[in-house]
């Protein structure tokens, strides 16, 4: 055993010890039972007596185990490079802790009980696509066994007698052990090599992430010791989402609207739109530093665009721009349409549309399909009353209020017209367009992605085909990405009824797989004729040096590496034009193929 695999299994071994010795605090158990019980980590202690000392090391050691793996595995893949002397360091790490989760627990993982560089690979696949207690992603309940020794340095704070310095001091000693260790562990990985700019990068959000989670115990050993409750915080990101208004900072709201932001799938012309929001909102800040006069511009905004292109969600996003700027007081969004603002009869409508934006006050009131209160839109004389009322509190309230009206491209212009001085309040106007076919590619990826399902290749090819046919025949009520999750859980479904009508014995592997023949071509409006992809062949552009490659079926969605040495995913979206042309596919729209061709660079800075 190297020394730092040593450093590990010591600090593994500390970690444990401590933890043992908080449960055995009668304080923390009532604690325990009253808070856990029936949140997160209730199973533990329905399912497992933890008050036994050795059953209760036994859950620790794997939560620490599972921990580590999962940092080995995310900081090997950080470059999106497995390199050899990345493999033999998880070895040196793993190989010294491993028996603790397989002396625990007798299953798949028994083949790995010794780790060497021959089965290292075979291990972190088998570990990334576990949906069991052990592996996988952290959004499943299982999952609970990871997170729980972290859950148990939170704990600490109860042996405390009331003083909350000393309570801060134990939390940092115990919690940067927990933290520290992680980080060394997975900087101990990237550095061979070269510590790259995607390793920075994911190393320093590991970082942030843990002084976030600091900060937050902070905070919690603040208010147990200061109010006399018990609480125990289970996310970094814990809100109070009541009335619509969420409790953060304006830098963290800014923060999170940043990531958010950049997250979204497609939408090009919007994430410019909201970039341009913030470079003037910083610009403004930065005057109002040196004392300078600033603009007094109004900030209300206009959505054009189908359904299901992220119009709400990009309206929660500048709702925590607004805030993290300080334009707005609170992080708060009230969501409304036509139903909550027209009344029975005349004079009311503006009674009830005034105590509505009441709600928003200080925040963003956001209008859903805004143009239903014109009388084009299919209103009445009361939607007229409604805009009125709107109008005047715009101005009213210019500086305690921002509206967001979207809707359908043409019923909005209808709605701008309804009023001569309507279209005049809102100041910036942003246009949602459709997702594209490799948009909906990688949402329906996504959505795969998060719920621990993976793609076959003849499926990605189908599934292409699927979209594309879906893109050729849309109208202007296409649901783009409520439709990509139509077709999600559809194929889920058929996956299902497939499952269940096999006569061989199923396996994980086949729980957790897409094949082409789940796709639900059914949800097309026209019949589509079936394509052998087998011999298809595929484009794929180097984000480097601007080379398109050729490829066939066994690329799609992996990593390649070209020629000028840059490393990327092959697409799976951008079918060679020769082979449509052979078999018979439809091409795109004008204006429509380019965008298929966009590929992320892994390790490349």
């Not at 043992?20 to 304080?27: A, D, K, Q, V």
């Not at 493999?87 to 993982?109: C, K």
């Not at 621990?452 to 009520?477: G, M, P, R, T, W």
């Amino acid at each position: 055993m190297g020394s730092f695999s040593r450093e590990v299994a010591e600090s593994v071994n500390f970690l444990i010890s401590k933890a043992i010795e908080i449960h055995e605090n009668p304080r923390f158990m009532q604690f325990a039972e009253e808070t856990f019980s029936d949140g997160e980590f209730g199973f533990l202690y329905t399912e497992f007596d933890l008050s036994k000392r050795h059953v209760l090391e036994n859950v620790l050691n794997v939560s620490l185990v599972s921990t580590i793996a999962r940092a080995v595995y995310i900081a090997i893949l950080a470059d999106g490079v497995v390199e050899d002397d990345e493999l033999e360091r998880a070895v040196e790490i793993l190989s010294g802790i491993i028996d603790r989760y397989t002396n625990v627990f007798n299953d798949d993982y028994d083949e790995f009980e010794f780790l060497d560089t021959d089965n290292i690979l075979d291990f972190l696949v088998q570990f990334k696509k576990d949906v069991g207690y052990f592996g996988g992603e952290d959004d499943s309940p299982l999952f609970t066994f990871r997170h729980f020794a972290k859950a148990t340095c939170i704990g600490i704070f109860i042996k405390d007698d009331g003083d909350i310095e000393k309570a801060k001091k134990e939390v940092t000693a115990y919690y940067d052990i927990y933290a520290r260790l992680i980080e060394k562990i997975m900087k101990f990985i990237m550095v061979t090599g070269g510590f790259d700019a995607d390793e920075k990068k994911k190393y320093n959000l590991v970082i942030e992430m843990h002084q976030d989670q600091k900060d937050l115990i902070y905070g919690l050993v603040k208010n147990v010791k200061g109010n006399n409750e018990n609480a125990v915080a289970e996310d970094e990101d814990d809100v109070d989402e009541s009335e619509g208004e969420t409790v953060e900072t304006p830098e963290g709201a800014l923060k999170k609207a940043v990531q958010e932001l950049e997250s979204m799938i497609g939408l090009p012309e919007v994430k410019t739109e909201v970039r341009k929001l913030m470079n003037f909102l910083n610009i403004q800040k930065q005057r109002i530093t040196h004392g300078l006069k600033t603009n007094g511009q109004s900030l209300h905004f206009v959505f054009k665009g189908n359904p299901g292109t992220g119009k709400t969600t990009v309206a929660r996003i500048i709702c925590r721009v607004l805030f993290g700027f300080g334009i707005l007081k609170k992080n708060l969004l009230i969501e409304t349409d036509r139903s909550n603002l027209i009344a029975g009869y005349v004079g009311q409508t503006a009674i009830k549309t005034a105590e509505e934006i009441a709600k928003a006050m200080d925040g963003v009131f956001f209008i859903d399909e805004a143009y239903t209160l014109s009388p084009t839109g299919g209103g009445s004389d009361y939607g007229m009353e409604a805009i009125d009322t709107i109008l005047k509190k715009m101005e009213d309230l210019r500086d305690r209020l921002v509206v967001i009206a979207a809707g359908y491209p043409k019923p909005m212009d209808n709605f701008l017209a309804a009023n001569p001085g309507l279209e005049s309040r809102f100041t910036r106007f942003i246009y949602f367009d459709d997702y594209s076919v490799a948009d909906m590619c990688r949402i329906f990826e996504q959505f795969c992605k998060n719920n621990q399902y993976f793609i076959s290749q003849l499926c990605k090819a189908n599934l292409y085909y699927f979209f594309h046919c879906a893109f050729v025949e849309k109208n202007d009520k296409f649901g783009n990405g409520r439709f990509v999750r139509n077709v999600y859980e559809k194929s889920l479904g058929h996956l299902a009824d497939r499952l269940s009508e096999s006569q061989v014995e199923i396996k994980k592997a086949d729980l957790t797989t897409i094949d082409f023949s789940d796709i639900p071509f059914e949800m097309l409006k026209t019949k589509v004729k079936k394509v052998d992809f087998e011999k298809s062949k595929w484009n794929g552009k180097c984000p480097g040096c601007n080379r398109i490659a050729k490829g066939d079926i066994k690329f799609l969605g992996q990593k390649v590496t070209c020629k000028c040495t840059v490393k990327f995913i092959f697409p799976w979206w951008n079918l060679d034009e020769t082979f449509q042309t052979e078999v018979g596919i439809k091409k795109l729209p004008a204006g429509k193929v380019d965008d298929l061709l966009g590929m992320k660079v892994l390790g490349q800075s």
